[in-house]
């Protein structure tokens, strides 16, 4: 054998491609993985010593407490209306055929691109003490519009809210559960004289249940997570998590390792259900 | 040797082995198509050959080099892939031209090489057509061209045909293979679809599970299979699990089956008898057979398919079903479902497997 | 027909309820004076004057334009070899990471990835907290699905590998393939993921918020102020992040045409939050 200038391209051996993903996991380490690190040590340290004090003070403390609470009862509140309201928006959207279809799906993508803060301003126009809404309310059925509007500064008016670019999600995840249902299965099942009932739990209930849960688990970890909505609209005057954790951030004074668990925590909680949701949807989706 | 020669190439992925010591030798000029269920390792043995992988053991030769020593461009090899693979931003002009510019190869030589080819394929009226405005049919063409641009020593074809309708892929059989006779380039063809293989190849090799089960003329294939995977995949075929009972007789669900020629076999031995549908002959109830009452069975109508000249009828003799196939007529038309029927077993046709 | 007109009234009442926002904002953004009253009263374009005139919210709004424009090509450089060895590689773990990475902004709510910047990065040498470099880094990691997953769609649309084998057996090097084939083909998927990339940080708050100083704003953070300035002026100050997504949106639904994709796929992950 002689010797070679260029080492002929051998595609078999092309392990060097792996080379290709340093820069991305060197960010993802970098400001990914080592700020989370430092969230989880920082969790652990009370007063510079290993200690669990932080996650005890957030499983005795009222303020903890209750802030976990208000996050559960709002995300469930949500995910909740979501999912009963996006369930048959997505089924009237499918049964457009496919050039409206299309359309409505892009606009419900609009609340997706749209910054917290917009949606939290939103329904400040829409619902507030001079919001569009309150004064046709007003004019139709005589309210008093400061009282009427004091709730969209609590979490029921965070509800509402969220639902804005949470309803489009639900939707979105069932069109593709629509889509991909058999529909024939349901005509043979009626065909052969299966009562609407039996056809719906046995047919399209194990069919759709799949991407229900999808759905409404997505749905749920983004409220969650959720922080510019509510800070828009209440600042921080309700107490949910993300937004508890942000004041430790902002005022000085207070143990940052307390913000440190409840992130630990939140994290947790989103990730595993965020998981959910790919389990169900996202690996189904992208095999097809 | 042969021009290409692989020799005793294996490969794996993982656990799944996708070539188990293949050895195959393709000569100068020829087609020779590799069939074979899907999972064989139909794609692996041209991507080796390709050298877009390498193989975990043995060696390639093609022209009589090494081919593992060389570099994809050395080899030389033009390829078509199942879902064509043309440059979709290029026209179909330059996507014939790639290889040449690639090459470096004078702008005059490059137009006339690929005038001459979208000439031969006959679709020089598309030439500045984007990939995309072609049908399917079109695209494969241009895929070919392309290939051939280069004056390949080898062209492999990776199931060229089968993403395009019936008609189109009958036509563009014949098409590849009078392309390929003219420009005599070393062929390789991979098809899981048995008529395709039998009509255009000068050469045949079933795969199996990474390994070449029979190679050797379509004629030869269908006729005469040396396994029974062979016989099932080239073919429709009756398959009868037997036992010998002596030399020339075999016990088939407890009916003698009389063969014409005798196997050289202890008695009890299990052996199963290939016949196609075709040397199955059918016979309505009290029709006396020409050719004797050997071999005749009596069973049930229990089932019929019209396929245009021939009608295939599957008959149940006890609790097996044997395909026999006739000339569409009325007689045949007339047979109803559960009637009565026999069936004679040609058994100078038939193929006994041990 | 019952079924019919219920249907219809859905409909109708859902698209009302996506579109209200949008154009009462746009209304208040040119009303004189807004207060008690159903709609604005008088017009003016008061509001967009002073908001282009006035220093704070200029600045910012440039400050979010190289915010923007940095993350974009920060993702693009790590994206783009990442896509391209994920599509030719086709490993499975590739592919988990791939899926864990187009979910991390609903997995780590971005007031986690914040506030692990403080506790990693809060050193006074390193200039990251309260300067835009450090928002710029942890929206590249925010932003990541949103420039990834256009350009693996792009490469998977292609059928890439097999392009490319072809274009190995041809003769082609990888200058050549580079030139003549890979950048024409990814373009969209190059266009299409800075447009998402570029929507998501342009309006992108929670981060902002908490990793910038009062020199260091970005956009969102002081619009915020703004809701506390005046309705029309606020409603101005909101329109601009209005339009500016749904521009951005009108260019995602265009390109994702040329790639094939739902584009809503992506942003179901993202955004208003
Ligand atoms: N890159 C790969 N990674 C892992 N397994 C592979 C790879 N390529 C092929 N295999 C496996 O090797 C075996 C042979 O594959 P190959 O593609 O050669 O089959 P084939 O005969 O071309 O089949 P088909 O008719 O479906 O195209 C299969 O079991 C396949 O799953
Ligand atoms: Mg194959």
Redesign the interface.
Request: glycine share 8%; hydrophobic share 50%; proline share 4%.
């Given at each position: 054998m002689g010797k070679r200038g260029l080492r002929p391209v051998k595609m078999g051996e092309r392990r060097y491609l792996y080379l290709f993903l340093i820069p991305l996991i060197m960010i993802i380490t970098l400001f990914l993985l080592v700020p989370l690190i430092f969230v989880l040590r920082d969790s652990l340290l009370s007063q510079g010593r290993l200690s669990l004090a932080n996650y005890y003070a957030i499983f005795t403390k009222r303020l903890y407490l209750s802030s976990f609470k208000t996050s559960l009862l709002l995300s469930l509140t949500t995910t909740a209306i979501g999912t009963l309201i996006g369930i048959p928006l997505s089924y009237v959207i499918y049964r457009r055929g496919p050039r409206a279809q299309d359309l409505l799906l892009s606009l419900t993508s609009i609340p997706l691109v749209f910054s917290g803060l917009v949606v939290g301003f939103s329904f400040i126009v829409i619902l507030g003490s001079s919001g569009f809404i309150t004064l046709i309310l007003k004019k139709l059925f005589n309210i008093n519009p400061v009282e009427f509007s004091a709730f969209l500064f609590t979490w029921k008016g965070l509800v509402i809210a969220y639902l804005y670019f949470l309803i489009p999600r639900m939707i979105l995840t069932m069109t593709a559960a629509w889509a991909s249902f058999d529909w024939n299965l349901l005509d043979a099942a009626l065909s052969l004289g299966a009562s609407y009932t039996l056809t719906f739990r046995k047919v399209i209930l194990p069919a759709i249940a799949p991407s229900v849960i999808a759905g409404s688990s997505l749905l749920f970890a983004v409220s969650m997570g959720a922080f510019g909505t509510a800070f828009a609209l209440t600042g921080t005057g309700v107490n949910i998590v993300p937004l508890l954790i942000y004041t430790h951030i902002s005022e000085v004074g207070i143990e940052l390792g307390r913000a440190d668990a409840l992130a630990i925590l939140l994290t947790l909680l989103t990730t595993s259900i965020v998981m959910i949701y790919e389990r169900l949807f996202v690996r189904r989706s992208t095999r097809v | 040797m042969g021009y290409i020669e692989l020799r005793n190439v294996s490969k794996r992925f993982g656990k799944v082995v996708a070539l188990d010591n293949l050895n195959l030798s393709v000569e100068k000029g020829e087609l020779l198509t590799l069939l074979g269920p899907s999972g064989c390792g139909k794609t692996t043995t041209l991507r080796l050959i390709a050298g877009f992988m390498k193989p975990d053991s043995g060696e390639i030769y093609i022209d009589g080099k090494n081919a593992l020593s060389m570099s994809i461009k050395e080899r030389k090899i033009g390829i078509v892939f199942q879902n064509y693979a043309l440059f979709p931003n290029l026209s179909v002009f330059e996507n014939v031209a790639f290889g040449l510019r690639a090459r470096g190869e004078s702008e005059r030589k490059i137009r006339d090489k690929v005038q001459q080819l979208l000439e031969m394929i006959g679709i020089a009226d598309k030439a500045s057509s984007l990939p995309s405005e072609l049908s399917g049919g079109q695209q494969q063409r241009v895929a070919l061209a392309r290939a051939l641009a280069i004056e390949p020593k080898v062209l492999l074809l990776d199931e060229p045909l089968s993403a395009l309708d019936a008609k189109v892929r009958n036509m563009l059989r014949f098409e590849i293979k009078r392309i390929q006779r003219e420009s005599g380039v070393t062929t390789i063809y991979v098809t899981h679809d048995q008529e395709e293989a039998l009509s255009i190849s000068d050469r045949v090799a079933v795969m199996n599970k990474g390994r070449i089960e029979q190679l050797g003329a379509p004629a030869e294939i269908y006729l005469n299979p040396s396994t029974k995977f062979v016989a099932d995949f080239v073919g429709v075929n009756n398959f009868l699990e037997a036992v010998t009972w002596n030399g020339e007789t075999l016990l088939w669900e407890g009916y003698q089956l009389k063969l014409k020629t005798p196997v050289g076999l202890t008695p009890n031995s299990k052996v199963t008898v290939v016949i196609r549908p075709e040397d199955v002959l059918l016979f309505k109830l009290g029709e006396i057979p020409e050719e004797g009452e050997e071999n005749l069975f009596r069973g049930r109508v229990s089932g019929k398919i019209f396929l245009g000249p021939i009608t295939r009828v599957a008959v149940k003799v006890k609790e097996k079903v044997i395909l026999s196939d006739s000339i569409s007529s009325e007689k045949i038309f007339s047979l109803a479902e559960g009637e009565e029927v026999m069936v004679k077993i040609d058994t100078s046709k038939a193929k006994v497997i041990t | 027909m019952l079924k019919k007109g219920l249907?219809f009234a859905?409909?109708t009442l859902?698209?009302s309820?996506?579109f209200?926002?949008?154009v009462?904002?746009s209304i208040?953004a040119f009303g004189q004076k807004?207060?008690?009253?159903?709609?604005p009263e008088g017009f003016t374009l008061r509001w967009y004057g002073e908001l282009f005139t006035q220093r704070m919210y200029y600045e910012a709004l440039l400050r979010s334009m190289i915010v923007a424009i940095s993350v974009i090509a920060?993702n693009l450089?790590?994206?783009i070899?990442?896509a391209?060895?994920?599509v030719?590689?086709e490993s499975k773990l590739?592919r988990s990471l791939y899926?864990f990475?187009?979910?991390?902004p609903?997995?780590?709510?971005?007031?986690?990835?914040?506030?692990?910047?403080?506790?990693?990065?809060n050193l006074p040498g390193l200039k990251i907290i309260g300067y835009l470099k450090g928002l710029i880094?942890?929206q590249?990691?925010y932003t990541?699905p949103f420039t990834l997953k256009p350009l693996i769609a792009n490469l998977e649309m292609?059928?890439w590998k097999?392009?490319e084998?072809?274009?190995?057996?041809?003769?082609?090097?990888?200058l050549?393939i580079i030139r003549?084939?890979l950048i024409?083909?990814l373009t969209p998927g190059v266009v299409a993921g800075s447009i998402m990339t570029f929507?998501?940080s342009?309006?992108?708050?929670?981060l902002a918020?908490?990793l910038t100083s009062s020199k260091s704003q970005t956009y969102?953070v002081v619009?915020?102020q703004a809701?506390y300035v005046n309705?029309g002026f606020?409603?101005a100050a909101?329109s601009l992040?209005?339009w500016m997504?749904?521009f951005?949106?009108l260019g995602i639904?265009y390109m994702s045409k040329l790639i094939k994709t739902?584009?809503?796929?992506t942003?179901?992950g993202?955004?208003?939050?």
């Amino acid at each position: 054998m002689g010797k070679r200038g260029l080492r002929p391209v051998k595609m078999g051996e092309r392990r060097y491609l792996y080379l290709f993903l340093i820069p991305l996991i060197m960010i993802i380490t970098l400001f990914l993985l080592v700020p989370l690190i430092f969230v989880l040590r920082d969790s652990l340290l009370s007063q510079g010593r290993l200690s669990l004090a932080n996650y005890y003070a957030i499983f005795t403390k009222r303020l903890y407490l209750s802030s976990f609470k208000t996050s559960l009862l709002l995300s469930l509140t949500t995910t909740a209306i979501g999912t009963l309201i996006g369930i048959p928006l997505s089924y009237v959207i499918y049964r457009r055929g496919p050039r409206a279809q299309d359309l409505l799906l892009s606009l419900t993508s609009i609340p997706l691109v749209f910054s917290g803060l917009v949606v939290g301003f939103s329904f400040i126009v829409i619902l507030g003490s001079s919001g569009f809404i309150t004064l046709i309310l007003k004019k139709l059925f005589n309210i008093n519009p400061v009282e009427f509007s004091a709730f969209l500064f609590t979490w029921k008016g965070l509800v509402i809210a969220y639902l804005y670019f949470l309803i489009p999600r639900m939707i979105l995840t069932m069109t593709a559960a629509w889509a991909s249902f058999d529909w024939n299965l349901l005509d043979a099942a009626l065909s052969l004289g299966a009562s609407y009932t039996l056809t719906f739990r046995k047919v399209i209930l194990p069919a759709i249940a799949p991407s229900v849960i999808a759905g409404s688990s997505l749905l749920f970890a983004v409220s969650m997570g959720a922080f510019g909505t509510a800070f828009a609209l209440t600042g921080t005057g309700v107490n949910i998590v993300p937004l508890l954790i942000y004041t430790h951030i902002s005022e000085v004074g207070i143990e940052l390792g307390r913000a440190d668990a409840l992130a630990i925590l939140l994290t947790l909680l989103t990730t595993s259900i965020v998981m959910i949701y790919e389990r169900l949807f996202v690996r189904r989706s992208t095999r097809v | 040797m042969g021009y290409i020669e692989l020799r005793n190439v294996s490969k794996r992925f993982g656990k799944v082995v996708a070539l188990d010591n293949l050895n195959l030798s393709v000569e100068k000029g020829e087609l020779l198509t590799l069939l074979g269920p899907s999972g064989c390792g139909k794609t692996t043995t041209l991507r080796l050959i390709a050298g877009f992988m390498k193989p975990d053991s043995g060696e390639i030769y093609i022209d009589g080099k090494n081919a593992l020593s060389m570099s994809i461009k050395e080899r030389k090899i033009g390829i078509v892939f199942q879902n064509y693979a043309l440059f979709p931003n290029l026209s179909v002009f330059e996507n014939v031209a790639f290889g040449l510019r690639a090459r470096g190869e004078s702008e005059r030589k490059i137009r006339d090489k690929v005038q001459q080819l979208l000439e031969m394929i006959g679709i020089a009226d598309k030439a500045s057509s984007l990939p995309s405005e072609l049908s399917g049919g079109q695209q494969q063409r241009v895929a070919l061209a392309r290939a051939l641009a280069i004056e390949p020593k080898v062209l492999l074809l990776d199931e060229p045909l089968s993403a395009l309708d019936a008609k189109v892929r009958n036509m563009l059989r014949f098409e590849i293979k009078r392309i390929q006779r003219e420009s005599g380039v070393t062929t390789i063809y991979v098809t899981h679809d048995q008529e395709e293989a039998l009509s255009i190849s000068d050469r045949v090799a079933v795969m199996n599970k990474g390994r070449i089960e029979q190679l050797g003329a379509p004629a030869e294939i269908y006729l005469n299979p040396s396994t029974k995977f062979v016989a099932d995949f080239v073919g429709v075929n009756n398959f009868l699990e037997a036992v010998t009972w002596n030399g020339e007789t075999l016990l088939w669900e407890g009916y003698q089956l009389k063969l014409k020629t005798p196997v050289g076999l202890t008695p009890n031995s299990k052996v199963t008898v290939v016949i196609r549908p075709e040397d199955v002959l059918l016979f309505k109830l009290g029709e006396i057979p020409e050719e004797g009452e050997e071999n005749l069975f009596r069973g049930r109508v229990s089932g019929k398919i019209f396929l245009g000249p021939i009608t295939r009828v599957a008959v149940k003799v006890k609790e097996k079903v044997i395909l026999s196939d006739s000339i569409s007529s009325e007689k045949i038309f007339s047979l109803a479902e559960g009637e009565e029927v026999m069936v004679k077993i040609d058994t100078s046709k038939a193929k006994v497997i041990t | 027909m019952l079924k019919k007109g219920l249907s219809f009234a859905s409909l109708t009442l859902y698209i009302s309820f996506i579109f209200l926002p949008i154009v009462l904002i746009s209304i208040g953004a040119f009303g004189q004076k807004w207060f008690g009253t159903l709609l604005p009263e008088g017009f003016t374009l008061r509001w967009y004057g002073e908001l282009f005139t006035q220093r704070m919210y200029y600045e910012a709004l440039l400050r979010s334009m190289i915010v923007a424009i940095s993350v974009i090509a920060i993702n693009l450089a790590v994206s783009i070899p990442a896509a391209y060895a994920i599509v030719v590689l086709e490993s499975k773990l590739l592919r988990s990471l791939y899926s864990f990475i187009i979910l991390l902004p609903i997995a780590i709510p971005p007031v986690v990835l914040g506030l692990g910047f403080i506790d990693a990065y809060n050193l006074p040498g390193l200039k990251i907290i309260g300067y835009l470099k450090g928002l710029i880094l942890a929206q590249c990691i925010y932003t990541l699905p949103f420039t990834l997953k256009p350009l693996i769609a792009n490469l998977e649309m292609l059928s890439w590998k097999s392009i490319e084998e072809a274009a190995y057996s041809l003769g082609a090097n990888v200058l050549y393939i580079i030139r003549r084939l890979l950048i024409p083909n990814l373009t969209p998927g190059v266009v299409a993921g800075s447009i998402m990339t570029f929507a998501m940080s342009v309006g992108e708050f929670q981060l902002a918020v908490i990793l910038t100083s009062s020199k260091s704003q970005t956009y969102p953070v002081v619009l915020y102020q703004a809701f506390y300035v005046n309705t029309g002026f606020a409603c101005a100050a909101t329109s601009l992040l209005v339009w500016m997504s749904i521009f951005s949106l009108l260019g995602i639904v265009y390109m994702s045409k040329l790639i094939k994709t739902a584009p809503e796929r992506t942003y179901i992950g993202a955004g208003g939050a």
